[in-house]
C-alpha cells in the first residue's frame, strides 16, 4: 500500500464522492491501482444502490487513466464486504491482463 486517503467525510445518510477527486489523488501518487472502501453507520454492510452506481462511475474514471480498481469495501458493525469477493469486479478486472 503506497497510501490511505480520507478524500470524502459524510452525513448519516450519505455522502458526496467526486470521480474526478478521486483520479486526482490516484495520480499525483502514481498508483497503478486502488481500494476503495467506505462504513455505514447503520451497521449493514450490504451495498446500496448508490453504493453500486459510484463505484460503477469511480471505476470507469479510473480505467480512463489505466488505473485498475481492485475493490470496494464496506464496513458496517463489525462486517466487511467486498464487491470483489462477490464477484462484481470479475469481467472488469480481465479488461487489464
Given at each position: 500500500?503506497?497510501?490511505?486517503?480520507?478524500t470524502f467525510r459524510g452525513i448519516i445518510h450519505g455522502a458526496s464522492v467526486h470521480p474526478r477527486e478521486v483520479v486526482?489523488?490516484?495520480?499525483?501518487r502514481n498508483s497503478a491501482a486502488v481500494i476503495?472502501?467506505?462504513?455505514?453507520?447503520?451497521?449493514?454492510?450490504e451495498?446500496?444502490?448508490?453504493?453500486?452506481?459510484?463505484t460503477q462511475r469511480l471505476r470507469d474514471a479510473?480505467?480512463?487513466v489505466?488505473?485498475?480498481?481492485?475493490?470496494?469495501?464496506i464496513i458496517g458493525g463489525d462486517?466487511?464486504?467486498?464487491?470483489?469477493e462477490r464477484g462484481a469486479f470479475v469481467n472488469y478486472r480481465s479488461c487489464f491482463r
Open positions: 500500500m503506497i497510501d490511505f486517503e480520507e486526482r489523488q490516484t495520480l499525483a476503495f472502501a467506505h462504513n455505514h453507520p447503520s451497521s449493514v454492510a451495498p446500496s444502490q448508490a453504493d453500486e452506481l459510484i479510473l480505467a480512463l489505466d488505473v485498475r480498481a481492485l475493490d470496494h469495501l462486517r466487511c464486504m467486498s464487491f470483489a
